[in-house]
């Protein structure tokens, strides 16, 4: 007999009782179903244990009460501990009250019928034991199956989004669904990208690129944000709570791309650099598309600000730009190494609008020597957007000669002497 078939389980102390059993059940489910009778509940238990080790099902175990050994109404309360799905029917002439009670509590006792049954009864029961124990299972897959789904979809459409649209599922989402709030854009990208995919195959591209966004993907969602896009070797991730997630997260996007580059390295591969941009301020985020395909974006001047400010990492040659608009919503911004740096203007705006860096991540003694003569900096910067060139020029030599390797010092010098030349 072929022992994956699915097992009802019999149990009684008499032979003649189980052989009854077994030719009444064996009739209508012997076909589908292995009909199998122990004469002992501590027999029964053993072989129901080594079943469900062999991931052979038991829809249905069928048992007397009163057996020597483990009780009847024992036997189903440990088999349910072990497997509560399996359907139980405890069948007995002698079972009290209390043993009844027990199993219905303790074991979900499925029915109890009584010693001498019908068989018209034993088969009817037995039937809609199956019935319920296999609907069951279909209904548990079912719902595994959806979960799994929803994990995959969360993988294209993030939980948050739809959070943030208001949505419990992506179901519900609809085309023109949007919604209007406040948030934090951040923007990541690899710089010289296309040199480097320029001398890599196809496959290499793809291992490369999603190698590297798997060492960051996750420091967004550990600092309270969701990647809305990537584009390429960019991220672009979105920070409803405050600000300050986003500088968290993109603090330990450039301590993990250390460790990333350090391995790389070890493998013979040279290290990369990334930008990274942070801006803040009104978006609309929905579903952009046709009803056969939409997708979930945002829309805002923020956000090409937030992707302008990156790009303006490589002109500075600093790894971390944010905008005075996250600046003015940072919590405590002195727990931050932050400097005003410039003002720029962005496109599609006429004003300009100050620009910081976020130097937390330089190496330990240029941090420290920013921190000392922030103020001499930032004053020498005043004065040179004040048009007082002069003494703008006087304090970056200054400076300059206290940090010498401070390049955006350097650049400003740069600029305040070629307007003397002028």
Request: glycine fraction near 4%.
């Amino acid at each position: 007999m072929d022992t994956k078939k699915p097992v009802i389980l019999c149990v009684d102390d008499e032979n003649i009782v189980l052989e009854t059993m077994k030719e009444q059940l064996k009739r209508p489910f012997g076909k589908e179903f292995k009909i199998q009778t122990l004469e002992s509940g501590d027999e029964a238990l053993e072989v129901f244990k080594d079943l469900l080790a062999k991931k052979v099902y038991v829809p249905v175990i069928i048992t007397d009460h009163a057996m020597p050994g483990l009780k009847g109404d024992e036997l189903l309360i440990e088999t349910h501990k072990l497997n509560p799905d399996t359907r139980k029917i405890l069948l007995t002439g002698q079972a009290s009250a209390n043993s009844v009670g027990n199993v219905v509590n303790n074991a979900n006792l499925y029915r109890y019928i009584s010693k001498p049954w019908e068989q018209d009864d034993l088969v009817l029961t037995t039937r809609e034991a199956l019935n319920s124990f296999f609907e069951s299972k279909r209904l548990k897959e079912a719902q595994e199956h959806l979960l799994k789904l929803n994990i995959a979809y969360e993988r294209f459409v993030p939980h948050e989004f739809l959070r943030t649209l208001g949505k419990d599922s992506i179901i519900d989402v609809q085309l023109n669904d949007q919604v209007q709030k406040r948030m934090t854009i951040l923007f990541s990208d690899i710089r010289l990208f296309s040199n480097l995919s320029e001398s890599m195959t196809p496959e290499e591209n793809f291992r490369f690129i999603n190698s590297y966004l798997n060492q960051m993907g996750p420091l967004v969602r550990e600092n309270h944000g969701f990647i809305d896009k990537y584009i390429g070797d960019a991220i672009m991730a979105l920070f409803d709570r405050q600000a300050d997630d986003a500088i968290a997260a993109a603090i330990i996007m450039l301590v993990r791309l250390e460790a990333y580059n350090q391995g790389r390295q070890r493998a013979g591969y040279r290290p990369i650099q990334i930008g990274i941009g942070i801006n803040t301020g009104n978006l609309i985020l929905g579903t952009l598309g046709e009803e056969n395909r939409m997708e979930g974006t945002v829309i805002s001047d923020a956000v090409n600000a937030a992707s302008r400010l990156e790009g303006l990492t490589k002109h500075y040659g600093i790894p971390l730009i944010i905008s005075e608009h996250t600046f003015n919503d940072l919590e405590n911004p002195a727990s931050y190494a932050i400097r005003f740096i410039d003002r720029v203007l962005v496109k599609g705006k006429s004003e300009p609008i100050s620009i910081y860096e976020v130097f937390d991540t330089d190496p330990s003694d240029i941090r420290k020597a920013k921190l000392k003569n922030k103020k001499m900096f930032e004053e020498a910067v005043d004065r040179f957007h004040a048009q007082d060139t002069s003494n703008a020029s006087e304090l970056l030599e200054k400076y300059i000669t206290q940090n010498p390797f401070d390049n955006i010092a350097k650049m400003y010098l740069v600029r305040c002497n070629q307007i003397k030349e002028c």
